[in-house]
């Protein structure tokens, strides 16, 4: 059964506007939450993470929300811009290898 | 810093034919680790190792074998290759998935693996 859940496969956003990619996980255990990005043809690269006793991690334009009791997690990016059309996977960690979600392909339109 | 390197970059191979993915990291990490993306699947782990001499089933690892012999290197080996077998292939590193909370992972660039 898949623990990290990204049921979005692909988003479309206007350029300036508000990316939300959201992510479930079912395993309560989970403690650390990541987000990575990839580009075609290039390995995924680190984006941000939130660790379980925080709910908001900011860096920049990308902000990580952590929901708990919802077993939830979304990656808002304000404001998007063309070069963030990617790939975005989320990951869960706990002492064991990361878990990661399937992936959700954001198009920001200029 | 060359960081994590994967080769080849492409390989095209035949039902049954055998071939090692090399990958090599310069960061002293002590976790190694192979996934599969495909298509719709994600990331998939194949097999991981913690440390020189040391390795582990990931979710997928049918096909492959694995071994660390060094700090550095972690190659895999695919016996008999099978168009199932046809994927991305991705290594990462990371300084300890022990250290605790934090600890991320570093990707190369990819293996694209085509089997006829």
């Known amino acids: 059964d898949q623990q990290v859940k990204q049921n979005s496969p692909s988003l479309s956003v206007q350029e300036g506007r508000i990316s939300i990619l959201n992510c479930d996980y079912t395993?309560?255990?989970?403690?650390?939450f990541l987000w990575y990005k990839k580009y075609p043809a290039e390995g995924p690269t680190f984006l941000i993470s939130?660790?379980?006793?925080?709910d908001k991690n900011e860096d920049g334009r990308f902000t990580v929300f952590l929901n708990k009791s919802a077993k939830h997690l979304s990656l808002h990016i304000v404001p998007s811009q063309p070069g963030d059309s990617a790939v975005y996977f989320c990951?869960?960690?706990?002492?064991?290898?990361?878990?990661f979600g399937k992936g959700t392909r954001l198009s920001v339109i200029a | 810093n060359a960081g994590v390197t994967q080769t080849p970059k492409f390989q095209v191979l035949k039902t049954g034919q055998s071939m090692t993915l090399q990958c090599a990291q310069d960061m002293n990490h002590e976790y190694m680790s192979w996934y599969r993306q495909d298509p719709g699947m994600g990331l998939r782990l194949i097999h991981y190792s913690v440390g020189a001499g040391i390795t582990d089933q990931g979710e997928v690892p049918n096909g492959y074998n694995v071994s660390r012999s060094t700090t550095e290197d972690f190659p895999l080996r695919l016996l008999s290759a099978a168009p199932s077998q046809t994927s991305v292939y991705f290594c990462?590193?990371?300084?300890?998935?022990?250290?605790?909370?934090?600890?991320?992972?570093?990707f190369g660039s990819g293996t694209q693996l085509s089997v006829l």
């Open positions: 939130i660790s379980s006793i925080k």
């Open positions: 990462a590193s990371s300084y300890s998935y022990r250290k605790g909370p934090g600890e991320k992972l570093f």
């Open positions: 395993n309560s255990m989970f403690d650390y």
């Open positions: 990951a869960a960690w706990y002492n064991t290898p990361l878990v």
